[in-house]
């Protein structure tokens, strides 16, 4: 079965809106991270979250994780034309390996 | 370098060739990954090396495809008797740490394309 889920697949915003992103995990992780991707460019790492619960922020973009361990999501309060791309989640989703899985991403398009 | 460089940036090739692609990590990190993208996908997980060894290579989708560390530092994937179905962006990472912790650094990535 699936591993892990992400969505939405595509989100078109209006700029000034918010965005929010999640993603699923069937296994509990030990933690999981964000990357973004700009069109034609290369993953880039966002943060990375390691409790149960946790929640940190970088200027507009808010990181949750999950109580459970198994979900978290990417919140980006009044978005800008500099936040497009595609987001990314990325962690061990299946147990026991040692491999970094990445999510399917959501692709973030915003109307100035 | 201060980055993770992989070359050839791009590669074209007929169906049936030999193709190797170079990734040359962050100095110092111990881990490097392979990963594969295809246009509107994530990146697919190809290989895992911590070191010289291939940790988890579980992602590599056949025996046509092969990757190497031998120094622990300089990767090469190698893929044989390439197919339409390579075709790809082909993405290596180096990372401080071992998996399944630790930030990934990405290179620009190797763009193949097999006629």
């Known amino acids: 079965g699936q591993q892990v889920m992400q969505i939405p697949q595509y989100q078109h915003v209006q700029e000034g809106e918010d965005f929010t992103t999640y993603c699923n995990s069937s296994t509990t992780l030990s933690n999981i991270q964000w990357y973004k991707q700009r069109p034609g460019g290369h993953p880039v790492f966002l943060i990375q979250?390691?409790?149960?619960?946790e929640v940190k922020k970088q200027k507009r973009l808010t990181f949750q994780f999950g109580e459970a361990k198994k979900n978290s999501s990417l919140h980006i309060t009044a978005t800008q034309t500099t936040d497009v791309g595609t987001y990314f989640c990325?962690?061990?989703?299946?147990?026991?390996?040692?491999?970094?899985?990445f999510g399917q991403g959501t692709r973030l398009t915003i109307n100035p | 370098g201060a980055g993770v460089s992989q070359t050839p940036s791009n590669k074209v090739t007929e169906k049936g060739k030999y193709v190797e692609l170079r990734c040359d990590p962050i100095?110092?990190?111990?881990?490097l990954y392979w990963y594969r993208q295809s246009l509107g996908q994530g990146p697919e997980f190809l290989i895992y090396?911590?070191?010289?060894?291939?940790?988890?290579d579980s992602g590599l989708p056949n025996d046509r495809f092969f990757a190497v560390r031998p120094e622990g530092s300089v990767s090469t994937l190698k893929i044989q008797r390439t197919e339409r179905g390579d075709s790809a962006v082909y993405l290596c990472?180096?990372?401080?740490?071992?998996?399944?912790?630790?930030?990934?650094?990405f290179g620009e990535g190797s763009r193949l394309t097999v006629l």
């Open positions: 990472a180096s990372s401080l740490m071992g998996a399944p912790g630790g930030e990934l650094f």
């Open positions: 100095s110092g990190h111990t881990a």
């Open positions: 090396f911590q070191g010289t060894g291939a940790a988890d």
């Open positions: 979250l390691v409790k149960s619960g």
């Open positions: 990325a962690g061990p989703f299946i147990q026991g390996a040692q491999k970094l899985v």
